[in-house]
């Protein structure tokens, strides 16, 4: 093992996925494994293959399809986990399983109530069964930070002992100070004694917001393979954000000594894939990757700036794939020009995909005056990415009309045999436009969530609306982009619509009743 390397395992996929209001498709995950495959990260943990038959699926197709990095499935210490870890994994170039168990005595008492022998045993029957499936096999021991010492360095040494070549010190509920964390980690790795193939890794929670402080000070003592996400998505507050990790490891090489495989000039555009993909917004002043991270307004800094960069920038944008000036395309330019502008923003798509968004691109160039990076992003995403060979409904047209507060909305659908056309009216030409949804699909969802934004400054710019649907204890997220704000809010409901048909499919629960009158 390379002493001077660290690994990066990024769990964007999985824990990233746990973070609540997040729900991504197939097709979304596949395109996001694509880009941390071309980032350069070590370790993809593509899911938790026993959570669901689709995340087995996820799983299973990433592993068929990304072929660089090792990929991995999660699992908890259950035999059935582990047998659902390894058929997702299994047509991996590089399979692991990950299976974990918690450590901790209030996580013993209260969630498992299990002695401490009886975790040891699960752990050496656990790691001997995954280790009887695979080379690699990765043992995380849950709520490592609040583990008594001297069990769990008995857990490791058991784990390692039955086969593993990872262990994982995870801060699970993100409780430790760096002052803690690294004298923790650097005593459990001396006593542990485990053999120089072993890889020692850390997984770290942001709920006191120091995921990446205490990652990084694990990484001074000894750690060599990092746990994160991306723009520090998960359960809770989050993981430790990959791309903070990655370049506070670069610009302070002389003081960490260590290096990563990451391309660090895709950041910026897997940021944006993941955050246009889970509907999660980076924050401006978000460091490495938020919009405002390479922004100057303040009069001394734009003359510092200007007289040298290095004043006010430890960073340059380029070295994270951050625009330094903005690539404006219109309807004079070509295939070539826009299929590599969609490259530059961190799509993966066919040959086909790119001439089906360029025929949407050339519709909305004689729509608009100037087409942004965003709307192309809000093309892409909800032209192509959006859309399901599943999907139950598409919206063939529709017409509203308001006056004085009262609206009138009049829908078109075809549900896959037969166009159905329906009206109603509304408090407004958005609650009239649900309403006939409503009546033609036959299903009355609840609407938990409504939010339209502008993905570009102009009056012309593209509505992007974002809605959440919850019926018979199915939630999901919806999405639509449209110059016509209208427009956007009825492929939002549509969108939802047909995301929780797949939902219900998935987990058998029928949606098909009558709405309420």
């Known amino acids: 093992m390379n002493k001077g390397h660290v690994r990066i395992f990024d769990t964007t996929l999985r824990d990233g996925e746990q973070a609540a209001g997040i729900n991504l498709n197939t097709a979304e995950k596949i395109q996001i494994a694509h880009q941390l495959a071309r980032l350069g990260v070590d370790v993809i ?36 986990d582990i047998e659902a870890a390894f058929e997702a994994v299994k047509c991996a170039a590089r399979p692991r399983i990950h299976t974990f168990i918690a450590t901790s005595d209030i996580h ?13 045993e699960e752990i050496r029957r656990a790691v001997t069964q995954a280790a009887a499936m695979v080379e690699d096999v990765e043992f995380s021991a849950e709520d490592a930070s609040r583990s008594d010492m ?10 390692i002992e039955r086969g593993a070549t990872t262990l994982n010190i995870p801060d699970t509920v993100g409780y430790s100070i760096p002052e803690e964390f690294g004298p923790f980690v650097e005593e459990i790795i001396q006593r542990t004694s485990a053999p120089d193939n072993v890889i020692w890794s ?28 991306i723009n520090g998505l998960g359960e809770r507050a989050g993981n430790a954000s990959m791309e903070e990790i990655a370049m506070a490891l670069r610009t302070k090489k002389a003081h960490f000594g260590v290096e990563t495989n990451l391309d660090t000039t895709r950041l910026y555009s897997v ?15 978000k460091a490495i990757v938020g919009a405002n991270a390479f922004a100057h307004e303040a009069g001394i800094h734009q003359h510092g700036i200007l007289c040298n960069r290095a004043t ?6 380029e070295d994270v ?39 949407f691109f050339k519709a909305l160039c004689d729509r608009k005056e100037t087409v942004t990076d965003n709307d192309i992003e809000a093309l892409v995403v909800d032209e192509i990415l959006a859309v399901n060979p599943l999907r139950k409904y598409s919206l063939r047209g529709f017409s509203v009309q308001a006056a004085e507060g009262v609206g009138t909305a009049t829908i078109s659908l075809w549900d896959g ?41 102009k009056s012309d710019a593209i509505g992007e609306a974002r809605i959440t649907l919850r019926m018979n204890g199915l939630s999901a997220h919806g999405r639509g982009a449209s110059t016509d704000v209208i427009e956007a809010s009825i492929k939002a409901f549509v969108n939802a619509v047909n995301r929780l048909y797949q939902f219900s499919a998935a987990k058998g629960v029928a949606l098909d009743v009558p709405h309420a009158c």
Do not use: W
Not at 58 to 75: D, H
Not at 108 to 120: G, P, Q, T
Not at 211 to 220: D, F, G, I, Q, T
């Open 271 to 285: 940021s944006r894939l993941v955050s246009n993909l889970t509907g999660f917004a980076v924050p401006p002043n």
């Open 202 to 229: 850390c997984h770290c929670h942001n709920d006191l917001g120091l995921a990446v402080s205490n990652s990084l000070e694990s990484v001074r003592r000894g750690i060599r393979q990092v746990e994160c996400t």
């Open 108 to 120: 013993l008492e209260y969630k498992l109530k299990m002695s401490r022998n009886e975790v040891l």
């Open 417 to 457: 045999e037969t166009e159905l056309t329906d009206a109603a009216t509304g408090n407004g030409p958005v609650d009239a436009a649900y309403a006939a949804l409503r009546r033609l699909m036959n299903i009355d969802p609840e609407l938990t969530s409504y939010r339209i934004t502008a993905v570009s400054e």
């Open 150 to 159: 001297d069990f769990i360095v008995e857990a490791f040494r058991t784990a």
């Open 321 to 359: 794939g951050a625009p330094g000036t903005q690539l404006v395309l219109g309807k004079h330019s070509g295939r070539h020009a826009f299929g590599k502008r969609i490259d530059d923003l961190g799509f993966c798509l066919s040959p086909e995909q790119i001439t089906e968004a360029f025929k």
């Open 45 to 80: 943990e593509a899911g938790f293959p026993a959570a669901s038959p689709g995340d087995l699926e996820a799983v299973s197709l990433i592993a068929r399809e990304v072929r660089v990095p090792i990929i991995a499935g999660l699992a908890r210490t259950r035999k059935e």
């Open 312 to 317: 006010y920038e430890i960073m340059r944008p």
